[in-house]
C-alpha cells in the first residue's frame, strides 16, 4: 500500500488539480454527447452533469489517494461519467470513447460489467442494487476465505445516492444475519438531499442513521469543509453552526442560485441575532463560499472519513457526505438539474476557467507535473492481473440418479445435488443458498452432507435426526432471511466470485418459484452482470394445488424462456433432469463445452422449473430403452425428445391422422394419456416432452436471423426436426401461461392450439385445477381434434 495522503498539503492540492480535471471531463462528456453528436434520430442522449458533479471529490479521493488494486467499487449510476473520466486519466481507456458516452460501442449510460470498455466491478443503473451488490460479494469473500484460504485483502465499496436509500431492496441487504459482521464493508452515501424530481424536504439523517446503527453498522458523518470547521471554531461560531443546522433543507439549497446581498439575505432569514453579527465582516464574495462548504468536498474529510471506515474491522461502515448536486458548475443546486445541461455558452465558460481550449480540452494530465506523475503511480498501484473464469473440473454427464417409483422433480434435484456432493473433485466448489426455504425445497440432505456456513462455529442447541443444521466455517449452504432480492444478489455475486474473490464457484439457489418475480430486478441485474448460476423455482404452477392462487406461478416460465443470459429449464422426469442439471453445473465450471447439445456453449444463469408432483418413470425408461442413452442426452439437453413415437407404439396406425402432443414439465402424465385415447380413436399422438423451451427458441431465432441476414430461406434447426419430425399439428400442454409454448406452431409451420394457464388458481386437487384450466386428458384430446380440422 501507499502512504497516507491525507494531511500532506502538497497532496491535497495535487488531487485538487486532479478533482477540477476529472469534473471537465466528467462534464464535457456528456456535453459532447449531447452536443457534438449528431443522432439523427431526434432523440435527446440525456447525461447526468450535476448528478456526476457531486461525486467528484469523494471519487478523486477514492481513485487517486485511497483504493488499492483488490479493491472492488461500485459507482452510482448517475457518476458514470465521473468514472470514465478518471479511467482514462489513470491510462486506462483510449481518448477515443471519450465523446462516445450513449453511443453503440461506446460508453454506458450507467456502469456496466459487460458492454463498458473500461473495467467494471459492479454493475449499476437499478438503483438500490448496485449499493447491495458489493455488501453480497464481501459475504461471498468471507465464504472463500473460510474454503479456500485467505485470498488478498479487499475493501468491498458502494457510491451510492441518497435517494436510492427509498429503495426497499436496500434494508432487505442491510437487515439480513449472512451481511453482519464485513468489516471490510463501505457504503459512501452522495448525501446531496436532491432527487430526480425536487430538493428534498427536510433531511432524514437521523433516521438513516439509526435504521443503519441498528442492523450494527458503523456510521460516520462528512457534514463541513475546512472553512466552516475554522468559522465554528470562532467566537460566536455555535450560533452559526445552530443555524446551519437547523435550517430548512429547501432554504439551504436555495443558496446555490444566489451571490452578494441577496444571498446574505436569503441566508439570513429565520436566523437568530447572533448570526447575522457573526457574519457582518465577511464579504459578500466569501459569504457564499463559506456558508455552502460541505465535507463531500473536502478531499482531507473525504480522506479521513475513508481512514475511520478502515479503522472499524468488525462490522460494515456507512459514510454520509454532505455534497451539492451540481459542484462546481453553474447548475450547482438547482432544484430541476438532475438532468439539465450546460449550455454550450457555459461550456465554454468552464473550460477556460479550467485553463483549457478546443485543442487541449480531453488531454490528460501532464506525467511530468505532480498532478501526472500521481496519475501514473496510481495506475500502477491499481493495476490488477487477469483472472480466470474456469473452474478447472470436470462435472460428471448424470449421477446416474434412479427412480424405481414415482417421483418429483423437485426431489431428484436434492438428491443429485448430495450425490454431486460425495464427488470430491466437484464437491469443494458447490455453494447453495435459500430465502429461508431450503427445507421445503429439498437441499435438507445437501446441508446434512455439508453443513451450513457461518463465519464462526456455532453450538448447536436441539437434536433433529431429519436435519443437522449444523453451522461453522466449513458449511457449504447460505441461509438467508426472507428475501428474494438477497437470493439473487448473493447468487449473483457468487456467480462471480472467479472475478470478484479470484475463486470460481459452483452456486446453486433454491426458492418457492412464484417468488422468483419477488427477485426479478436481481435476477435481472445478475445475469446483466454476466453471473452464472443455477436457480431453481419450485415447487410451481397450478400443480402446487392445494396452496391457492397466491402460490401459483403461471407466468414463470415466460420469464425463463424471454430474460438474456438465463437457460431456462424444465424436466419431467428424473433422468432428464439428472443429465440437464450435470450440464448446467459443468457448463458453470468451464469443462468441455456440450457439444451434444448441438448449440454454442452458453454463457450465463440456469433456471429451472420443477415441482413436487410424483410422476411414474416408466415412460422416461421406455423412451430410454428405445432411443439409447447417448442419442436420448444429446436430444434432452438440447431442449426436447419424442417421449412416445406413435408409430412405433401403435403400428397398426401407420396411416392414420398424424398430431403431435407437446408437454413440458409436470403435465406429462395428462399429455401420455391424452395419446392413449386418441390411439383408441384412431389417431397416432406423437408426445414430445420438451426440456427447454428456451434452447429450442434460441435454435429457431438463430436459422431464422440467419435466414434474413442472408437473405436465405431458414432451415429448421436439428433439435426441432428430431423431436417433430412429422409436419403434423401440434398442441402445446403447459403448466404456466399458454402463449409461453404457442410459439412452436409457427416454428413448425403447422396449425397449433396452446393450452395452459391464463388465469389464477385457487385452491383444489391436482385433477380439479387441471379440470379448471382444460389440462386433463379430456381436453388435451379435443385440442388435438381442433388442431387436425385447422389442417
Known amino acids: 500500500m501507499e502512504p497516507p495522503v491525507n494531511h500532506r498539503e502538497h497532496d491535497l492540492d495535487v488531487l485538487d488539480e486532479i478533482q477540477r480535471r476529472v469534473l471537465w471531463l466528467a462534464t464535457r462528456i456528456v456535453d459532447a454527447a449531447n452536443h457534438d453528436r449528431d443522432t439523427g434520430d431526434g432523440v435527446k442522449v440525456g447525461g447526468h452533469q450535476a448528478s456526476s458533479a457531486s461525486l467528484v471529490t469523494a471519487?478523486?479521493?477514492?481513485?487517486?489517494?485511497?483504493?488499492?488494486?483488490?479493491?472492488?467499487?461500485?459507482?452510482?449510476?448517475?457518476?458514470?461519467?465521473?468514472?470514465?473520466?478518471?479511467?482514462?486519466?489513470?491510462?486506462?481507456?483510449?481518448?477515443?470513447?471519450?465523446?462516445?458516452?450513449?453511443?453503440?460501442?461506446?460508453?454506458?449510460?450507467?456502469?456496466?460489467?459487460?458492454?463498458?470498455?473500461?473495467?467494471?466491478?459492479?454493475?449499476?443503473?437499478?438503483?438500490?442494487?448496485?449499493?447491495?451488490?458489493?455488501?453480497?460479494?464481501?459475504?461471498?469473500?468471507?465464504?472463500?476465505?473460510?474454503?479456500?484460504?485467505?485470498?488478498?485483502?479487499?475493501?468491498?465499496?458502494?457510491?451510492?445516492?441518497?435517494?436510492?436509500?427509498?429503495?426497499?431492496?436496500?434494508?432487505?441487504?442491510?437487515?439480513?444475519?449472512?451481511?453482519?459482521?464485513?468489516?471490510?464493508?463501505?457504503?459512501?452515501?452522495?448525501?446531496?438531499?436532491?432527487?430526480?424530481?425536487?430538493?428534498?424536504?427536510?433531511?432524514?439523517?437521523?433516521?438513516?442513521?439509526?435504521?443503519?446503527?441498528?442492523?450494527?453498522?458503523?456510521?460516520?458523518?462528512?457534514?463541513?469543509?475546512?472553512?466552516?470547521?475554522?468559522?465554528?471554531?470562532?467566537?460566536?461560531?455555535?450560533?452559526?453552526?445552530?443555524?446551519?443546522?437547523?435550517?430548512?433543507?429547501?432554504?439551504?439549497?436555495?443558496?446555490?442560485?444566489?451571490?452578494?446581498?441577496?444571498?446574505?439575505?436569503?441566508?439570513?432569514?429565520?436566523?437568530?441575532?447572533?448570526?447575522?453579527?457573526?457574519?457582518?465582516?465577511?464579504?459578500?464574495?466569501?459569504?457564499?463560499?463559506?456558508?455552502?462548504?460541505?465535507?463531500?468536498?473536502?478531499?482531507?474529510a473525504m480522506l479521513d472519513a475513508y481512514a475511520q471506515c478502515d479503522a472499524v474491522t468488525d462490522r460494515p461502515s456507512v459514510v454520509f457526505a454532505y455534497t451539492v448536486k451540481g459542484w462546481g458548475l453553474p447548475i450547482a443546486g438547482n432544484p430541476r438539474n438532475h438532468s439539465a445541461l450546460l449550455s454550450t455558452e457555459q461550456v465554454d465558460v468552464l473550460r477556460a476557467a479550467h485553463g483549457l481550449s478546443a485543442e487541449t480540452e480531453w488531454d490528460r494530465l501532464d506525467p511530468a507535473t505532480p498532478a501526472g506523475i500521481r496519475a501514473g503511480a496510481r495506475r500502477e498501484a491499481l493495476s490488477r492481473a487477469p483472472r480466470k473464469r474456469a473452474l478447472g473440473v470436470t462435472v460428471p454427464e448424470a449421477t446416474k440418479v434412479r427412480a424405481n417409483k414415482p417421483v418429483s422433480t423437485q426431489e431428484v434435484f436434492g438428491r443429485v445435488l448430495v450425490d454431486l456432493a460425495r464427488d470430491p473433485a466437484v464437491a469443494p466448489y458447490l455453494v447453495t443458498t435459500a430465502p429461508d426455504v431450503a427445507t421445503s425445497t429439498n437441499l435438507a440432505g445437501f446441508i446434512n452432507k455439508t453443513g451450513v456456513f457461518a463465519p464462526t462455529e456455532q453450538r448447536s442447541w436441539t437434536e433433529d435426526r431429519m436435519l443437522r443444521w449444523t453451522e461453522s466455517p466449513s458449511g457449504q449452504h447460505i441461509e438467508l432471511g426472507i428475501s428474494e432480492m438477497n437470493l439473487f444478489l448473493l447468487l449473483g455475486q457468487l456467480g462471480l466470485s472467479w472475478d470478484l474473490s479470484g475463486q470460481p464457484l459452483l452456486p446453486v439457489g433454491t426458492v418457492y418459484d412464484p417468488f422468483v418475480l419477488r427477485g426479478l430486478d436481481a435476477f435481472l441485474y445478475g445475469t446483466y452482470s454476466g453471473s452464472r448460476f443455477v436457480v431453481a423455482g419450485t415447487p410451481s404452477g397450478i400443480t402446487l394445488a392445494p396452496e391457492g392462487g397466491a402460490h401459483q406461478s403461471t407466468i414463470t416460465a415466460s420469464v425463463g424462456l424471454e430474460l438474456p443470459g438465463v437457460t431456462f429449464l424444465e424436466p419431467a422426469y428424473a433422468g432428464s433432469l439428472d443429465w440437464l442439471l450435470c450440464d448446467a453445473l459443468g457448463q458453470i465450471a468451464g469443462g468441455a463445452a456440450p457439444a451434444a447439445t448441438a448449440a454454442p456453449a452458453e454463457d450465463g444463469a440456469y433456471y429451472f422449473r420443477l415441482s413436487t408432483r410424483p410422476i411414474d418413470q416408466a415412460p422416461f425408461e421406455a423412451a430410454r430403452a428405445r432411443i439409447g442413452d447417448a442419442v436420448l442426452r444429446r436430444q434432452v439437453v438440447a431442449g426436447a425428445y419424442r417421449l412416445v413415437d406413435a408409430h412405433q407404439a401403435y403400428p397398426h396406425l401407420a396411416d392414420a391422422p398424424v398430431v403431435t402432443l407437446a408437454g413440458s414439465g409436470a403435465v406429462l402424465p395428462e399429455v401420455l394419456a391424452a395419446a392413449a385415447e386418441l390411439a383408441e380413436e384412431g389417431i397416432a399422438a406423437h408426445v414430445v416432452d420438451v426440456t427447454s423451451l428456451d434452447r429450442l427458441y434460441r435454435a429457431w431465432q438463430r436459422t431464422l436471423r440467419q435466414g434474413v441476414r442472408t437473405a436465405t430461406v431458414p432451415s429448421v434447426p436439428g433439435a426441432l426436426r428430431a423431436a417433430f419430425g412429422d409436419r403434423a399439428p401440434v398442441v402445446t400442454v403447459h403448466d404456466a401461461a399458454s402463449h409461453a409454448m404457442a410459439w412452436l406452431g409457427s416454428a413448425l409451420g403447422v396449425p397449433a392450439v396452446p393450452l395452459g394457464v391464463d388465469e389464477f388458481g385457487q385452491s383444489g386437487t391436482v385433477r380439479e385445477l387441471y379440470e379448471l384450466h382444460d389440462l386433463l386428458p379430456g381436453s388435451i384430446v379435443n385440442a388435438a381434434l381442433a388442431a387436425l380440422s385447422l389442417r
Open 59 to 300: 471519487m478523486t479521493a477514492l481513485w487517486f489517494a485511497h483504493l488499492d488494486a483488490e479493491d472492488r467499487v461500485a459507482v452510482k449510476p448517475h457518476a458514470s461519467p465521473v468514472f470514465h473520466a478518471i479511467q482514462y486519466l489513470l491510462g486506462n481507456l483510449d481518448r477515443s470513447y471519450l465523446p462516445k458516452l450513449r453511443a453503440r460501442g461506446g460508453l454506458q449510460s450507467y456502469p456496466s460489467r459487460t458492454k463498458d470498455p473500461d473495467e467494471v466491478d459492479f454493475s449499476t443503473g437499478s438503483v438500490g442494487l448496485g449499493a447491495a451488490a458489493p455488501l453480497f460479494a464481501a459475504v461471498t469473500r468471507r465464504y472463500v476465505d473460510a474454503h479456500f484460504g485467505a485470498r488478498p485483502h479487499s475493501r468491498f465499496v458502494a457510491l451510492i445516492g441518497d435517494a436510492e436509500l427509498d429503495e426497499g431492496n436496500i434494508w432487505e441487504a442491510v437487515a439480513d444475519p449472512a451481511t453482519t459482521g464485513l468489516g471490510n464493508v463501505m457504503w459512501l452515501v452522495d448525501f446531496n438531499r436532491q432527487s430526480l424530481d425536487r430538493v428534498v424536504p427536510g433531511i432524514r439523517i437521523n433516521q438513516w442513521r439509526g435504521q443503519f446503527e441498528a442492523a450494527g453498522w458503523h456510521v460516520v458523518e462528512v457534514k463541513y469543509g475546512r472553512k466552516l470547521a475554522e468559522a465554528y471554531a470562532r467566537p460566536g461560531g455555535e450560533a452559526l453552526r445552530d443555524w446551519i443546522d437547523r435550517m430548512p433543507n429547501e432554504q439551504y439549497q436555495s443558496l446555490f442560485g444566489l451571490a452578494g446581498p441577496a444571498l446574505r439575505k436569503q441566508f439570513l432569514d429565520g436566523a437568530a441575532a447572533g448570526v447575522e453579527e457573526f457574519i457582518a465582516d465577511i464579504p459578500d464574495d466569501e459569504l457564499g463560499p463559506l456558508v455552502t462548504d460541505l465535507g463531500g468536498h473536502d478531499l482531507a
